[in-house]
């Protein structure tokens, strides 16, 4: 079946500009996630949502970033303004209400100019 | 200090042997535990549970020790395609968020 899509894969940016990066989860799946993972180091966690309610965004390193999941299913990450710090892959994950596996998309690799 | 401690590496494996490494945590109230697989420019991927009580499954073995606060992962046998990044991953009771170390890079050598 169909796994967690993210578009687009790759993003350049110049400095200042604006950026949405887009989750497809997979078709059910209550619970989504956003990690950030710049070069050699592991995901860190950005923020989460079950359903369209987001209930975790202690992980969204500046009031650049925002994201949103409005009817409960895809979900959007936007960064206002991007910096060169902002450079690394958006991994968006998604688990069903039951199970606890999250389920990793390609991610987006944003470069910022 | 990181939620999830691990040394990156790189492990170079000879080809048919057994290469382990384990990381630590910080927080005792870490509930879950598992080993993730990422290939490089891949997504990570699930590669096992980790249980108090030890869990095999194939070539692979995970142990977890809550006393001393570190995990473990044991590759018996090693295949050229077991070259990858392990990445052990913890979370809390009644927290979803997964918390990531850097990964232990595996590099098996024909």
């Known amino acids: 079946g169909a796994g967690v899509s993210q578009s687009p894969r790759y993003k350049v940016a110049k400095r200042g500009q604006d950026v949405a990066l887009r989750c497809d989860p997979i078709s059910g799946h209550v619970s989504l996630f956003w990690y950030q993972q710049a070069l050699g180091q592991g995901p860190e966690f950005l923020t989460y949502f079950q359903n369209e309610a987001q209930l975790d965004k202690s992980g969204l390193p500046s009031d650049r970033f925002f994201a949103e999941r409005p009817e409960g299913s895809v979900s959007t990450l936007k960064i206002q303004r991007t910096q060169q710090e902002d450079s690394a892959v958006y991994l968006c994950?998604?688990?069903?209400?039951?199970?606890?596996?999250?389920?990793f998309g390609p991610g987006t690799r944003l470069t910022v100019t | 200090r990181k939620e999830v401690e691990q040394d990156p590496g790189p492990f170079n494996v000879p080809e048919g042997a057994t290469v382990a490494f384990n990381c630590t945590y910080s927080?005792?109230?870490?509930?879950?535990f598992f080993w993730y697989r990422q290939d490089c420019r891949k997504e990570p991927k699930l590669l096992m549970s980790?249980?108090?009580s030890g869990n095999e499954d194939g070539r692979f073995t995970a142990q977890l020790n809550r006393a001393s606060q570190y995990i473990s992962l044991l590759i018996r046998d090693s295949k050229l395609s077991d070259s990858a990044t392990y990445l052990c991953?913890?979370?809390?009771?009644?927290?979803?968020?997964?918390?990531f170390g850097k990964g232990n890079q595996v590099v098996v050598i024909p």
């Open positions: 991953v913890v979370t809390r009771a009644g927290n979803n968020r997964l918390a």
């Open positions: 994950a998604s688990s069903s209400d039951r199970g606890y596996e999250q389920y």
């Open positions: 980790v249980y108090s």
């Open positions: 927080n005792s109230a870490s509930q879950s």
